[in-house]
């Protein structure tokens, strides 16, 4: 499917001109994108760059953060998402794995999963079947079903709370740095699972500092640069081009020329 469609005709996610702040910090400055049904689609950018800052304002969690939406819109699906509580959003169909893995550490496998399913729609029956898909996704979270889920290696702590907002069956999956400090073994599989669930009707939106990964897996990529975006494009075409190899794959020195390139310029490469 076009990135580029309708969100309003295919039921995808939208975001406009959002800004958001934390006090008088501004982490966001107008940004927009778009994640078409059954697309994936990865953001970018250095440390600070407002990407885990996004995810919270699609998914309704800035304001554990103390932050707030200052403008703009978020709508999925047609419908008005910004200033939607955190549980309003997960029972609308979208769910987000934050940065850092963070499961129930004292909690067994069994009982995170178990916490992933609350607020959810649908009853014990939809719960099962999505246990059982996660199960099939990640058969180390059933046969570790009993064990303490802070005695998981990392990998499988970050598959256990990938796991966990898969028991909500979301239509839209917010994935924080699923890969950050994995092994690369680890790493790739992991990106195959976001494969997987991609494959099984799940939109993507994936926040990755492993741009090769990041790139292997979207079919379209914003870099965010302070807040806001900076270079947009169907990833076949960011890879291909100077900028993104140069800044995040240390692939090339830039021109002197380029380093003066305005950065509307560059957005407008991949428009
Ligand atoms: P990283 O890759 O390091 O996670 P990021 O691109 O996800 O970075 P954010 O964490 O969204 O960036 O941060 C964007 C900006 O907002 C930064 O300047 C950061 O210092 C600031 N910020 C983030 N969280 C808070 C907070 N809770 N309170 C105040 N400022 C914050």
Redesign the pocket.
């Known amino acids: 499917m076009e990135a580029t469609a309708s969100p309003a005709a295919d039921g995808g996610l939208a975001v406009t001109g959002l800004v958001v702040g ?1 006090g008088p ?1 501004r ?1 966001l400055r107008g940004v927009s994108l778009r994640v078409p049904a059954g697309a994936v689609v990865a953001v970018l ?1 250095t ?7 996004l995810l919270r304002a699609i998914s309704g969690t800035l304001r554990f ?3 707030g939406i200052g403008g703009g819109d978020i709508t999925w699906r047609g419908t008005r998402l910004s200033g939607v509580p955190a549980p309003g959003v997960v029972a609308r169909g979208v769910t987000q794995v934050p ?1 850092g893995r963070r499961v129930f550490a004292r909690m067994t496998v069994e009982e995170n999963l178990r916490a992933g399913s609350l607020g959810a729609r649908g009853g014990a029956k939809e719960a099962a079947l999505a246990r059982e898909r996660v199960h099939a996704l990640f058969p180390v979270l059933a046969e570790r079903a009993h064990q303490r889920a802070g005695l998981l290696s990392g990998g499988e702590q970050q598959m256990l709370a990938i796991g966990r907002a898969l028991m909500a069956r979301p239509s839209l999956l917010l994935l924080d740095e699923p890969t950050l400090g994995l092994a690369p073994l680890v790493a790739a599989r992991i990106g195959e699972t976001v494969r997987e669930i991609n494959a099984a009707g799940t939109s993507v939106l994936l926040v990755e ?1 492993n741009v090769t990964l990041a790139l292997s897996l979207a079919s379209y990529a914003y870099v ?1 640069e302070v807040g806001e975006v900076a270079l947009e494009g169907p990833t076949a075409d960011l890879a291909a081009g100077d900028e993104v190899r140069r800044r995040y794959l240390g692939m090339a020195e830039p021109e002197p020329a380029r380093r003066a390139a305005p950065r509307r310029t560059l957005t407008r490469w991949f428009a």
Request: hydrophobic share 25%.
């Open positions: 934390y910090v982490a950018g440390n600070g760059a407002g990407k885990s800052t953060h103390r932050g940065e500092q965010l």
